[in-house]
C-alpha cells in the first residue's frame, strides 16, 4: 500500500517542520 507509506511519511514531515518552526 504505497498510498499509507505517503501518508505516514507526510505526517512525520509535517511534525519534523513543527519541530524547527519552534526552534
Same mark, same amino acid.
Given at each position: 500500500?504505497? &498510498? #499509507?507509506?505517503?501518508? =505516514?511519511? +507526510?505526517?512525520? =514531515? /509535517?511534525?519534523? #517542520? /513543527? &519541530? #524547527?518552526? &519552534? +526552534?
Amino acid at each position: 500500500m504505497p &498510498e #499509507l507509506w505517503d501518508f =505516514t511519511r +507526510i505526517s512525520v =514531515t /509535517q511534525n519534523n #517542520l /513543527q &519541530e #524547527l518552526k &519552534e +526552534i
